[in-house]
């Protein structure tokens, strides 16, 4: 039952690094997503993902680069690494269909740290 | 434009005692869907209870309860006799229910500290 694999746990980078966060997901669902969380506050939206082929902006993409690999699979890549990039990143899968009592299910989140 | 608002950054509560997290939220649609989260310390994120736009009772899960006031738009979480494993960050957050795959917006969240 492993739900949302995140890979790595941590990582520390320097600035100007790039880095590719992955995820994975075994429940068969359509959508999927990529989520930073700052320190005492809430989600915020990189990119999402309604399906295989296809990905769109959320509320803070600049920076970040997706790759929907196949339905189980979504990356986040970080071309140039900035300090402003520090935080806890999630992934996040649902079954979006119009059934709207479908939650999203979470990883367990990235802790990166830029220097 | 969607909006989730928890005005409480945190809360305290005594163990066994009922606790109420405030969540508002602003939407045009008129069909969406309200959902908790936790956080605990460890960090991951769990789903506690869901409250349809359309749904005419009050969602209940357990010792969670959502109080739904739709003409006021808000959708507070009520955890009844509380544990010390409550302790947590909770978040609100709604979708819209013909949103593009099924995008949420997430409130900044409540934390909850129940003491002993």
């Known amino acids: 039952n492993a739900g949302v694999t995140q890979t790595p746990k941590f990582q520390v980078l320097k600035t100007g690094q790039s880095m590719t966060l992955q995820c994975a997901q075994d429940?068969?669902?359509?959508?999927m997503y990529w989520y930073r969380q700052d320190p005492g506050m809430g989600l915020r939206l990189i990119y999402y993902?309604?399906?295989?082929?296809?990905?769109d902006k959320g509320e803070v993409p600049n920076g970040y680069n997706v790759s929907r690999l196949n339905k189980r699979e979504f990356s986040l890549r970080l071309e140039s690494a900035a300090p402003s990039q520090t935080s806890v990143y999630f992934c996040?899968?649902?079954?979006?269909?119009?059934?709207?009592?479908?939650?999203?299910?979470f990883g367990d989140g990235t802790r990166l740290s830029i220097l | 434009a969607q909006k989730i608002t928890q005005t409480q950054p945190g809360m305290f509560v005594q163990e066994k005692e009922a606790v109420t997290l405030d969540c508002t939220y602003d939407?045009?649609?008129?069909?969406?869907?309200l959902f908790w989260y936790k956080q605990p310390s460890s960090g991951e994120m769990i789903f506690l209870i869901y409250?349809?736009?359309?749904?005419?009772q009050n969602a209940t899960e357990g010792r969670y309860s959502l109080n739904f006031q739709k003409a006021r738009k808000s959708a507070n979480l009520v955890i009844s006799a509380s544990q010390l494993g409550d302790s947590a960050m909770y978040f609100c957050?709604?979708?819209?229910?013909?949103?593009?795959?099924?995008?949420?917006?997430f409130g900044d969240g409540t934390t909850l500290t129940v003491k002993p």
């Open positions: 993902s309604a399906s295989e082929g296809t990905t």
């Open positions: 409250q349809g736009s359309y749904d005419q």
């Open positions: 957050a709604m979708r819209e229910a013909f949103t593009n795959a099924g995008k949420s917006t």
């Open positions: 429940m068969n669902h359509n959508s």
């Open positions: 939407t045009s649609d008129p069909s969406y869907g």
């Open positions: 996040a899968s649902s079954e979006a269909t119009r059934a709207r009592n479908q939650p999203q299910h």
